[in-house]
């Protein structure tokens, strides 16, 4: 079992450049989530999905999207990166409704330069 | 702003010595959780306790949750050297399932 998959481990990008990160689990998790992690602040959630074509936002969404077209898939686009966005940054996936274990990604560390 | 906040920020202990955290929280729960992070490594589940219960044990692991005053510990039994991580408590709140909400963590220390 791969559990959640996250590419790129490490990313440089100029400011206003695009990308998009990806994450897929293996777990038939119906729930799915985006952190950013920065010093001294924890995880802050990004956005989340509860299923294949539903998403939401989270505390910090802004310049970011995100899009749930299948149930093992769950990318992050940063639309005009800014130096601001430069974090490590986690997908999870979450085993059930009534369970709220999150399983977590190795993580991508993303520098704008 | 952060639901929960663990204290103290670091801790350094030596091996076998007890490793206890807390943590605070600003509004009623469903459940809190705490994960163990390993330097450059994702977050790893260690346990969770519902807010109807009040103690919790798992391994080396116990947990307790006080509702009345938002808080709850983890303590560690026994620590080893593999027990250094960053540890953090999560909640989801009762206006937001499924919505973690991390603390900032304690860093703990254990040398051998």
């Known amino acids: 079992n791969a559990g959640v998959t996250q590419t790129p481990k490490f990313q440089v990008l100029k400011t206003g450049q695009s990308m998009t990160l990806q994450c897929a689990q293996d777990m038939n998790h119906e729930y799915m989530s985006w952190y950013r992690q920065d010093p001294g602040m924890g995880l802050r959630l990004i956005h989340y999905?509860?299923?294949?074509?539903?998403?939401d936002q989270g505390e910090v969404p802004n310049g970011y999207n995100v899009s749930r077209s299948t149930t093992e898939d769950f990318p992050l686009r940063l639309l005009s990166a800014a130096p601001s966005q430069t974090s490590v940054y986690f997908c999870a996936s979450n085993l059930q409704r009534s369970s709220f274990e999150a399983f977590f990604g190795q993580g991508t560390r993303l520098t704008v330069v | 702003s952060q639901q929960g906040e663990e204290d103290p920020q670091a801790l350094s202990i030596q091996e076998g010595e007890n490793a206890t955290m807390n943590c605070s929280y600003k509004?009623?729960?469903?459940?809190l959780q705490w994960y163990r992070q390993n330097s450059g490594r994702g977050l790893v589940h260690l346990i969770l306790?519902?807010?109807?219960?009040r103690e919790k044990h798992s391994g080396r692991l116990r947990v307790t949750l006080d509702t009345s005053k938002k808080s709850s510990s983890l303590l560690i039994t026994a620590s080893r050297a593999a027990d250094t991580a960053s540890y953090f408590c999560?909640?989801?709140?009762?206006?937001?399932?499924?919505?973690?909400?991390f603390g900032a963590g304690t860093q703990v220390v254990v040398t051998p």
């Open positions: 306790i519902r807010s109807n219960e």
């Open positions: 509004t009623s729960i469903n459940n």
């Open positions: 999905s509860v299923g294949a074509g539903i998403t």
């Open positions: 999560a909640t989801d709140t009762t206006d937001s399932w499924g919505k973690l909400q």
